[in-house]
């Protein structure tokens, strides 16, 4: 990606918001364990940008330094993963943005830490979350207190937006 756009995102409970304006570099996924154990997951899908191009538009991030070179940005209230911050600029957390399926990963980091499973997640049975209200009756009424897809004047807003 090197269009020049605007992209915004922040965390679940709404507390940290980011926007990000002008050419983004290149979208990638990390399988290293650091990256897994910073997200808890498979691996960290994450979005070069400049330090220029990222303004925090609520609150910030808090911060911990995972090894001598690398701190990792996260909010303090919710534990949303938000940023990989390195001497050679910024990332943000793939799934943080409000628009994620626009940010489409082109290579993969760290595959010496990749999880032998992860290749064939695709092959797993599927199912809509509407297909398991039988045997999990709550979903059929959950409402989500996450921060919607969008910016907000104020939040939490009247009715939650
Ligand atoms: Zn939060
Ligand atoms: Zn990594």
Known sequence: MSD????????QCGAV???????VGRASICH???????FGAFY??????????????????????????VRRGFCAACGTPLTYEAPDGPALAIGAFDRPA????????????????VDRLHELPARHTEEDVAASPFLSDIHS?????????????????
Not at 4 to 11: I, R
Not at 32 to 38: E, V, Y
Not at 102 to 117: C, D
Not at 145 to 161: F, I, V
Request: charged residues 20%; positive net charge; aromatic residues 8%.
């Open 102 to 117: 626009e940010i489409v990963p082109e290579i993969q980091f760290g595959t010496e830490g990749r999880l032998p499973y």
């Open 44 to 69: 960290a899908p994450l979005l070069a940008v400049t330090e220029a191009s990222l303004e925090w538009t609520r609150g910030k991030p808090a911060h911990f330094q995972s090894s001598n070179h």
């Open 17 to 23: 918001r980011f926007r990000v304006t002008g050419p």
């Open 4 to 11: 020049a756009k605007t992209l915004t995102g922040g965390c």
């Open 145 to 161: 207190y996450q921060h919607p897809d969008h910016d907000t004047k104020t939040w939490p807003g009247p009715q939650g937006e």
């Open 32 to 38: 290293c364990r650091m990256c897994q154990k910073a």
